[in-house]
């Protein structure tokens, strides 16, 4: 029976059968005696993170990803998932304790009824003309009513005999009040209701109620159509791959993800940021659960400035000045937890408004050892390049190193060493035997074999020679 509490629901699956230790690298966490734990992610910001109340359907095939399964989602196998950037764009910030919040939100009033959803927008809307309306209706009436108006022998059937003169003409009730309100401040006029020069404050009430429905009118129109109009609904028709990967490029480890535009009219001058948010100690033992590092990226040999006619992959090469040097592949699915958030800026080309687009990517959303399929080919037929969306998200496996940039490029300069008629007696060598981690490297080389990593690509970088190897055993022996 399902074990449940208020924040996570445990489901008892049948015991999967036992990985290898590679597999384990690729499955996501399983729990003791084969459970797992199940987590559906908010999509709102502020919102708890709710709980899968039913029980996965499992397919034919035995995936928990099939085609039936609609409460489960894939990515959503942890026991918590922080994120600052929610996947849709939004931040998943929620702001408590203000002071004077009220006050200052009134204060730029503009700004507040365009953020604010619609149904309140369009409520604001009718009830500024109706409130207006009834408003200056009640000042006819009263100005009606004081000038003697409504008097029975000064009605407008009667003013022809008694020879009285209104303020305003064919006035009988409130209602007809109500209706010239509405004629004056929308300059309707249908020739019924004038005003007269008998009485001065209404002349005055007339002007002033025209220029009022004038003011707004336009405060109103000016709302709706800046929220019809505002750049963040392009971002809609942006997209970032669901997944980041990681693979070698050039003999370098990239960090990699996707970014395309589904319309036709193109963000120009588009440009592309990454920042890394991770929990730091400084050497006073202060802890910042914040620590925001700026990534340096781009899309081929470019910078991050991108030319957006056609879905781009952004990399960025985890080097000696990336804050993921030292991340290895263990260490990115069992220890690291960090958020990677991407933000893609440019210029609406139909508008000419700047739009901001955003997203991230959690340590469990990034796949070791994987790279995107092409999405372009160039269709003969259309005479033209054809982007294929559906492979938008797609990726393949490729021979990746297991151990992280740091020592890969050590592994690098090891080879470069054993070229020499004495590498013992190089520096790298040495600082090797020195090395912590050497049982890491061992294994880092059988498990290169066993998946066949020396192949004609891999040879040509020798991610470990086997002499090194056995000369580091020899000298550990020893």
Known sequence: M????????????ETPPSPSEDQKLLLPPWGQNGQIIYVDSPSSPGSPYNTVTSRPQISPGGSLYGRRNRTFRPGTTKKYRKRAI????????????????????????????????????????????????????????????????????????????????????????????????????????????????????????????????????AFMVGIVFAKMTRPKNRTQTLLFSRHAVICQRDGELTLMFRVGDMRKSHIIASSVRAQLIKTKTTKEGEVMSQYTTELDVGTDGCSNDLFFIWPMIVCHKINHDSPLYTMSAS????????????????????????????????????LWGHRFEPVVTYNKEKQGYEIDYSKFDATVQVDTPLCSARELAEYYKLQDDLRSTAPERSQSYQHLLNYKRIPEIFSMDSFNKTHHLFNEHSRSHTYLSPKLTSRLQANIHN
């Not at 399902?2 to 699956?13: A, C, E, F, V, Y």
């Not at 260490?331 to 990677?340: C, S, T, V």
């Not at 139909?350 to 955003?358: D, E, F, L």
């Open 86 to 217: 929610l996947k849709n764009g939004e931040c998943n910030i929620v702001q408590s304790k203000l002071s004077q919040k009220r006050l200052r939100f009134l204060q730029d009033t503009f700004t507040t009824f365009v953020d604010t959803q619609w149904r309140w927008t369009l409520l604001t809307f009718g009830l500024s003309f109706i409130l207006s309306w009834l408003f200056f209706a009640v000042i006819w009436w009263l100005i009606a009513f004081t000038h003697g108006d409504f008097e029975e022998a000064h009605l407008p059937e009667n003013q022809a005999e008694s020879g009285w003169k209104p303020c305003v003409y064919n006035l009988y009730s409130f209602t007809s009040c109500f209706l010239f309100s509405i004629e004056t401040q929308h300059t309707i006029g249908y020739g019924v209701r004038t005003t007269t020069e008998e009485c001065p404050e209404a002349v005055f009430i007339m002007c002033f109620q025209s220029i009022y429905g004038v003011m707004i009118q």
């Open 2 to 13: 399902p074990q449940q509490n208020d924040k996570i629901t445990i489901l008892d699956l």
């Open 331 to 366: 260490d990115l699915i069992q220890q690291e937890r960090f958020e990677i958030v991407v933000i893609l800026e440019g210029t609406v080309e139909s508008t000419g408004q700047t739009t901001q687009a955003r997203s991230s990517y959690l340590a469990s959303e990034i």
